[in-house]
Structures are given as structure tokens and as C-alpha cells.
């Protein structure tokens, strides 16, 4: 199967055959993973409870995601081709806002997936109605289905974003940027599913997702019309409540409800983590990137204030050119249909020509 219009065809094993057909070549390798994993694949760690099987994390998880890493790049080829490209055509933009737009209009599709996931997790768990639960019964070592097959798509994805920064030509201006988001979520993603704190980090992927993708969408509706820069105040709002809601939270639920616990102490097979100093260290790492975030939103309130006062400077010297200057009249009077008119409307007295 094609993902792409194959407009040229470049050599074998060169850089832009392997970028062209980099989705049909992921896809042969996810049919040969598959053909071998799955014959010899043992089941995922279970504990039986009743009725509801229960799942915890072990080594084979690996192999899952190595079949979603896959599976989101094919997807990624997809919406790229089906949706983003002819978007792009249709905008006429520039290179470089083709490309931010192709990033947000990317993310909009994920975060809007993953906060919509995460939330119904959250209530039909029962952690939005009992927010005690984030913290009771810690350490939250067996998961349902539904809340382990979350967090093992989420790894998969931003994984995945890796190599995309080579199948996509980014910008290499664009890479550092683009790699700091990205190795932020993985820290996070992991920390909280390997240190068992898999419910507090459904509630604070949740918010973050929202607020990211409120900040997508106004980027590419700026891009088609520039005049539609409302959209980031109202992202700026949710911004800031999402940073406030996200310290709160883990406060609360690190902070104080897990230093209350009676189960204190490092227990690798319990998957007991809760000593003061993982609890300080998470609390330090949610600080510092939350402050990392807000200088970051700082700096662009303050670039795009900038860029607006610069805009009316501009606007009204353009304005001030346009207005219509006043004729200059001479010192005697003015001119009328060709003759000299003093200031009283009488006419100057003619000098007297001497003859020669």
C-alpha cells in the first residue's frame, strides 16, 4: 500500500527513499514483528480478582509498545497525507509555517484523543468523583485494561516522535524545541507509571492535554488568518489554571496524602515507593517543570505584547502618512484662479514697471 504520491522516485537506500516510503517500510516491519511476536508471546502479568482482571508492568510491556510505536507511525503517515497535505495546499503557506502547522495540527488529533480517553478512564474508575482515591491504597500496582493499555499508547506515541523529526525534515532551528517537549513527556509518562502513581497521572495528563491542545488549535486557526488572536487569550487562561490545578493536585495528593500512608518505606516487589525521598524528588520534578512552563508562557506573552504595540506603532505612522497636508499660503494672501488674493479679499496693488 502507498501512504504518499510518489511524484519522483529516488534510488534505493538514499535518505528521500527512506523519508518517501518510510510509512510503507514501518508497516512491512510491523507485519514481520507481528508474525513473530505474537506465536510466542506470553500473556501480560494478570492478577484475577472476582471478576475483573487485573494487570501490572513488567518487561514484556516492552513488546507492546514496540507494536503501537509501529502502528503510530503508519497513523501518523496517514493523518499527514489524508488531512494535514491537502489543508497545506489549500493555505498556501510558508515553509516554515507548513511546518508548525503539520506539528500542531498533529498534536490537536492526539491530545484531543488522549484527553477524551483519560477522562472517561476517570470516570468510570471513579477518581474524578473520590479524589481520596489518588492516594488510598497506595501502591497502585494492578491495573485494569483500559488504564495500562493508556499509558502504554501514550509511551508509544511520544516515542515514536523521535524518529519523526527525521521523517518529517524538521528544521534543525526546530529539533531542540521539539526534543524537550517530547523528553518531558516520556520522563512523566514513566515516572508515573513505574512508580505506580498511574492515578494521579491520568488527572494531570488529562489537564495538560487540554490546555496543549487549546494552545494548537489558536496556533493553526492564527495560521489561516492572523487577525484571530483571541483564541490565545482564552488559552492563556486555561493555561494558567491547569498550572495552579497541576501544583495543587500533587500537593495534595504527594505532598500529604502519601505522607500520611502507613506503608512507608522502599519495597521493590510490593512496587512500594513511598519514601521521603521519591516523594520529595517528584514533587521537585513537577515543580521545576511547571516553572519551566510558565517562564516559557511568560516569554511568549511578553514577545506577543511586543509584537502588538509594534503593529499599532506602525498603523498609526502609516495613518498619519495618508492624511491629506494643508496648501501653504503666502505671506500676503493666497492664490485664487491664477491671481494673488490678499487676506481680505482685496486684490494687491500691481508694482509699477519703470521704462527703460
Known amino acids: 500500500m502507498a501512504f504518499r504520491r510518489r511524484n519522483k ?5 538514499s535518505q528521500e527513499f527512506l523519508i518517501q516510503n518510510h510509512a510503507d517500510i514501518v508497516f512491512t516491519c510491523f507485519v514481520c ?19 475483573v482482571t487485573l ?10 509498545i514496540l507494536f503501537y510505536f509501529f502502528i503510530t507511525i503508519i497513523l501518523h503517515a496517514v493523518v499527514q497525507e489524508y488531512i494535514l497535505d491537502k489543508v497545506n495546499r489549500r493555505l498556501h503557506l510558508s515553509k516554515s509555517k507548513n511546518t508548525k502547522f503539520n506539528e500542531s495540527g ?13 477522562f472517561y478512564i476517570l470516570i468510570t474508575e471513579g477518581y474524578l468523583f473520590h479524589p481520596s482515591s489518588l492516594w488510598e491504597n ?18 508509544a506515541y511520544w516515542l515514536h516522535a523521535l524518529p ?22 516520556l520522563l512523566h509518562v514513566s515516572a508515573a507509571y513505574l512508580l505506580n502513581l498511574s492515578r494521579v497521572g491520568l488527572v494531570l495528563l488529562c489537564l495538560q492535554y487540554l490546555s496543549e491542545m487549546g494552545f494548537h488549535i489558536a496556533r493553526m486557526f492564527y495560521f489561516t488568518d492572523e487577525s484571530h488572536q483571541k483564541m490565545f487569550d482564552v488559552w492563556a487562561v ?6 495552579m490545578v497541576t501544583l495543587t493536585l500533587m500537593f495534595l495528593a504527594v505532598g500529604f496524602g502519601l505522607a500520611r500512608a502507613e506503608n512507608q518505606g522502599l519495597d521493590w516487589d510490593l512496587g512500594n515507593f513511598n519514601t521521603v525521598l521519591i516523594r520529595m524528588t517528584v514533587l521537585l520534578l513537577v515543580c521545576l517543570t511547571q516553572s519551566w512552563l510558565l517562564w516559557k508562557f511568560i516569554r511568549f506573552q511578553l514577545r506577543r505584547w511586543r509584537e502588538f504595540r509594534h503593529e499599532q506603532a506602525s498603523r498609526k505612522r ?4 495618508q492624511t491629506p497636508r494643508p496648501l501653504k499660503r503666502d505671506s500676503l494672501g493666497h492664490h485664487e484662479n491664477g491671481v494673488i488674493k490678499a487676506e481680505n479679499g482685496a486684490s494687491p496693488r500691481p508694482k509699477k514697471i519703470k521704462a527703460p
Open 238 to 243: 486555561c493555561f494558567v489554571f491547569t498550572r
Open 318 to 321: 502609516a495613518a498619519a502618512k
Open 9 to 13: 522516485s529516488y534510488p534505493f537506500f
Open 55 to 64: 494487570y501490572q508492568y513488567g518487561w514484556r510491556d516492552w513488546a507492546t
Open 106 to 118: 498533529q498534536l490537536c488529533v492526539f491530545h484531543l484523543v488522549s484527553s477524551v480517553w483519560s
Open 33 to 51: 514483528t507481528l508474525s513473530l511476536i505474537m506465536p510466542t508471546y506470553p500473556p501480560l502479568s494478570v492478577c484475577p480478582e472476582g471478576e
Open 164 to 185: 519523526e523529526l527525521y521523517f518529517q525534515k524538521v528544521r534543525k532551528e526546530e529539533i531542540p524545541r521539539q526534543l524537550q517537549y517530547i523528553c518531558l513527556y
Open 138 to 155: 497506595y501502591p497502585h500496582v494492578h491495573l485494569r485494561f483500559q488504564v495500562k493499555f493508556f499509558y502504554l499508547t501514550q509511551l
